[in-house]
């Protein structure tokens, strides 16, 4: 039972050296700066529970092209979003038709751009509620809660065991659309917390940036409504509570909200990342998709496409930082402009 990780990055990495870390039998497929790193310095993988694990380099397959694909029973695709229909293209060329497919990634259209593009294959959605930061010394901790959750299906069994042995139990879910949507909602921070420039705690334990938030999720909400779409309940509370909490005064948000603010005072979101090492963003599949979910029902969704032109804008540029007020008069100006 041979796992192949399509995209050693933080997710990658973390995901894929657990399992190994378990006695998983797993190859890591990536580019070469994360071999160069391997080799030179292993891995340690960590958590907020204080786990720890090492890896020596010559304990973690690595290749750098996707023939390594061809002898693995689980894919697991944790390249970004943008990156997926290459993804696809390459699983083609090199996987057996009778591999696992499973996508690992945020938004809600990566599954089935797989599906499209490699009919025949069993592909499922999965989601990750928790966020890996890559830290000094090949550190990849992980600096959130939450367990993963798959789209349900009879593909998963055998699965479970190996995923549980990793410390990485799988929830199964009937309604994964929903999942993703519920996870849609809390990446629409994405953007503030990359715009921000401040770790996710920081950024999260202000109003003015909270306010942000409140407002993308607050416009996206009544979209999802008129298509029919439930976002599944991820965070502390539902999604049509989320507004209300996240405008919270600081201090009360704190107390009422304390799970959704343990996080690791490094951990950003993985926008911050791509911005920072000078990569386009995965902007489009996050607030973008807000915005083209609000063009096929006839209407607009101008703070989230606001938000969208600032993080475009903000690619391969130095970042600077945009306050919380700053960026909510940006957003709150033009979801006014709109409904003049
Ligand atoms: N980071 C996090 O905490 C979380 C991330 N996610 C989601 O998980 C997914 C992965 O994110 P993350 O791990 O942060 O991304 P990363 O950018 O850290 O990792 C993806 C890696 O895959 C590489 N890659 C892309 N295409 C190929 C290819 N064809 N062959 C080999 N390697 C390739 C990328 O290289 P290059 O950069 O050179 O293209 C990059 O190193 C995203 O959808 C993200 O939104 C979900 C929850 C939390
Ligand atoms: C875990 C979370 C929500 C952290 O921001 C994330 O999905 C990301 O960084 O992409």
Redesign the pocket.
């Known amino acids: 039972m041979k796992i192949a990780i ?7 990495v973390y995901i894929g050296g657990s399992l190994l870390a378990s006695g998983a039998e797993v190859v890591l ?3 070469a700066r ?1 071999r160069q790193q391997i080799a030179r310095e292993g891995l340690l993988l960590t958590d907020l529970s204080g786990r720890s694990m090492q890896l020596a380099a010559v304990d973690v397959p690595y290749a ?1 092209t ?1 023939a390594a694909l061809a002898d693995a029973d689980l894919i697991l695709v ?4 943008a ?1 997926t229909p ?2 696809a293209t ?1 699983i083609a060329a090199h996987a057996k038709p009778s591999a696992l497919i499973v996508s ?4 809600v259209g ?1 599954a089935d751009t797989l599906r499209q593009a490699l009919p025949g294959w069993t592909i499922l959605g999965g989601m ?7 830290m000094a010394g090949s550190r990849f901790h992980r ?1 959130t809660g939450g367990e993963l959750v798959i789209e349900a299906s009879p593909a998963l069994r055998g699965w479970e065991t190996v995923f549980r042995a990793a410390h990485l139990p799988l929830q199964e879910s009937d309604e994964f659309p929903s999942m993703q949507w519920g996870k849609l909602l809390l ?1 629409l921070n994405n953007s503030v917390n990359a715009l921000s420039d401040l770790p996710l705690k920081a950024e999260l334990s202000q109003r003015a940036y909270r306010r942000c938030l409140a407002l993308l999720i607050e416009e996206a909400l009544p979209l999802l409504r008129a298509a029919g779409i439930r976002p599944a309940k991820i965070a502390r509370v539902g999604p049509q509570l989320l507004p209300t909490l996240l405008r919270l005064p600081d201090a009360l948000f704190k107390r009422l909200a304390a799970t959704m603010l343990q996080i690791d005072p490094e951990a950003r ?2 926008m911050w ?2 911005l920072h ?1 000078g ?1 386009l963003s ?1 902007v489009d599949y996050l607030n973008g998709a807000i915005v083209r979910l609000a063009e096929s029902l006839g209407r607009e969704a101008a703070a989230n496409r606001r938000i969208t032109a600032l993080i475009h804008a903000a690619e391969g540029t130095t970042l600077r930082p945009l306050s919380g007020e700053v960026l909510y008069s940006a957003l709150a100006g033009a979801s006014q402009k709109e409904m003049v």
């Open positions: 399509f995209g050693a990055g933080s997710i990658g497929v990536g580019r994360m750098e996707a944790t390249v970004k979003s990156d290459a993804a390459e690992l990634q945020n938004g990566n990750v509620p928790f966020n890996v930061a890559q600096a990446n979101s993985s990342d791509d090492n990569r995965e």
